[in-house]
């Protein structure tokens, strides 16, 4: 019985793909966009006399707004300056 040799696949010879890299809009833009950085809220520990602050603090501020936590009341300013001026104004209601 006489055998038969195995035949040589041929491979064919690979074609090169073209491929395009996704992120190369991305890498040549160098626009770096900052977060808007969030106002710090004030926290005012519960005193005898804080609802009166407090509606003080919403007559001269009204886009303020307020929220009880734990033994704290957030006070949230709508801008920096506000929030500077309502500290000031806490800061002489202590004294």
């Known amino acids: ?3 038969k040799a195995a035949r040589k696949i041929q491979q064919p010879e690979p074609t090169p793909l073209e491929t395009a890299n996704a992120y190369t ?4 833009e160098n626009i770096q966009e ?7 809220e004030i926290n005012l520990k519960i005193i ?3 609802s009166l602050i407090l ?3 919403s ?4 886009n303020t707004g307020n929220r009880l936590r734990r ?3 957030e006070i949230k300013a709508d801008t ?3 929030r500077e001026k309502i500290i000031n104004l806490l800061r002489q209601k202590k004294t």
């Open 55 to 57: 509606k003080e603090i």
């Open 34 to 40: 900052e977060a808007p950085k969030s106002i710090p």
């Open 48 to 50: 005898p006399n804080y």
């Open 59 to 62: 007559q001269q501020f009204p």
């Open 1 to 3: 019985m006489e055998r």
């Open 25 to 28: 809009k991305l890498a040549e």
């Open 71 to 73: 033994e704290f009341i």
């Open 80 to 82: 920096k300056e506000n």
